[in-house]
């Protein structure tokens, strides 16, 4: 029982550059998530799933796109990446029916944008 | 203003001291408050939690809620070298769509 694993663990990219960063999760959760950590801005949301093929927005969404055409996966698109999406990128995901919500995160990916 | 705020730090403590992380909140519609504990380049693992107003205690770790001042604490007895680590305090509640407030995190190191 892997977890959440999520690929690749560091990028490094240049301003204009296009990439995927991919989450998978073997605990068959339905809510999945993508969040970005930042210096003393804590974690911010992008964007969120409740099942597989839906999608929707979190806090800063803006230059990301995602798809979850599969349950255990959940796909973080960047079209044209900008030095201000250099991050930490977190994918978490939640079993249903919780009203705690308990998030189970993956090891991150370190993306740097040049 | 951040629906939550938490004290920034980073906090210095010796081994064996009590520790107090503290998170404010201004949605009075938050009934779950947790605090996930992040080790250095790993991701967040939730720590503890409680639900509504009152204390939970957990060996060394006690949660704190006080709902009527919006303000949670997690205290941290006999502090460890390997409780050094990033603190962070999330909360939910119903209509917050499946997802959690985070606070920004407290960044903890206790010295041996």
């Known amino acids: 029982n892997a977890g959440v694993t999520q690929t690749p663990k560091f990028r490094v990219l240049k301003t204009g550059q296009s990439m995927t960063l991919l989450c998978a999760q073997d605990?068959?959760?339905?809510?999945m998530y993508w969040y970005r950590q930042d210096p003393g801005m804590g974690l911010r949301l992008i964007h969120y799933s409740v099942g597989e093929g839906t999608t929707a927005k979190g806090e800063v969404p803006d230059g990301y796109n995602v798809s979850r055409l599969k349950k255990q996966n959940f796909l973080l698109g960047l079209e044209s990446a900008a030095p201000s999406q250099t991050s930490v990128y977190f994918c978490a995901s939640s079993p249903p029916g919780q009203v705690l919500n308990e998030q189970f995160f993956g090891p991150g990916t370190r993306l740097t944008v040049l | 203003q951040k629906e939550v705020e938490q004290d920034p730090g980073p906090l210095s403590v010796p081994e064996g001291a009590i520790v107090s992380l503290n998170c404010t909140y201004s949605n009075s519609a938050f009934q779950y408050f947790m605090w996930y504990r992040q080790y250095s380049r790993k991701g967040p693992e939730l720590l503890m939690y409680t639900y509504s107003s009152g204390n939970k205690e957990d060996g060394r770790f006690t949660a704190q809620v006080d709902k009527s001042s919006k303000y949670i604490s997690l205290f941290i007895r006999d502090s460890q070298p390997s409780d050094s680590a990033t603190y962070l305090c999330a909360m939910s509640g119903p209509g917050s769509a499946r997802q959690l407030t985070f606070g920004s995190g407290t960044q903890l190191t206790v010295l041996p």
């Open positions: 605990m068959n959760h339905e809510y």
